[in-house]
């Protein structure tokens, strides 16, 4: 299983705001393409959380890491497996309130999970099986996001 660590870090200390959880879908182009991701704190041990907050440790300040960061690991039964770390804002900052970005985007540093939206939430990709062209005066779903321009 595909999971992500959401972290704020100062060049010299992380602290992880929320785990999360990918999943793909393969398709005859692409074996592993990218569909969504849903936030999932609750699923890990405290031994793997332990586990990535030791990596975060280790690796904030060599890399110096700071603001909104991401650590990617594979979740294999009780094994974790780092697979990269993204020094940069995450795709699944969207799963958190809007207040984490915009602090981020002033320079504060993120110092606790109090951004989790409340309950679950998760996004999806779709893509489409042929080429299509927007219309010019099609109206988009209110939850939709991301939105091509009409024409397109």
């Not at 182009?29 to 936030?39: Q, R, T, V």
């Not at 890491?65 to 039964?77: E, P, V, W, Y």
């Not at 970005?101 to 409340?118: M, N, P, T, V």
Request: glycine share 6%.
């Amino acid at each position: 299983m595909c999971r992500t660590a959401l972290f704020s870090a100062d060049g010299k200390q992380a602290r992880v705001l929320g785990y999360n959880t990918q999943w793909c879908q393969s398709t005859s182009e692409h074996e592993f393409l990218f569909s969504g991701i849903y936030n999932s704190g609750g699923d890990l041990s405290v031994k793997q959380q332990k586990l990535i907050n030791r990596c975060l440790a280790q690796l904030t300040p060599v890399f110096g890491l700071t603001g909104l960061n991401s650590l990617d690991f594979i979740q294999q039964d009780d094994d974790l497996f780092v697979l990269e770390i993204n020094p940069r804002v995450s795709a699944s900052v969207q799963l958190y309130d809007e207040r984490l970005l915009l602090e981020h985007l002033q320079g504060r540093i993120a110092s606790s999970s109090c951004y989790k939206q409340s309950g679950y939430s998760a996004y999806q990709l779709l893509y489409a099986s042929q080429d299509l062209v927007i219309p010019m005066s099609f109206t988009w779903p209110v939850a939709c996001a991301d939105i091509p321009k009409p024409g397109v």
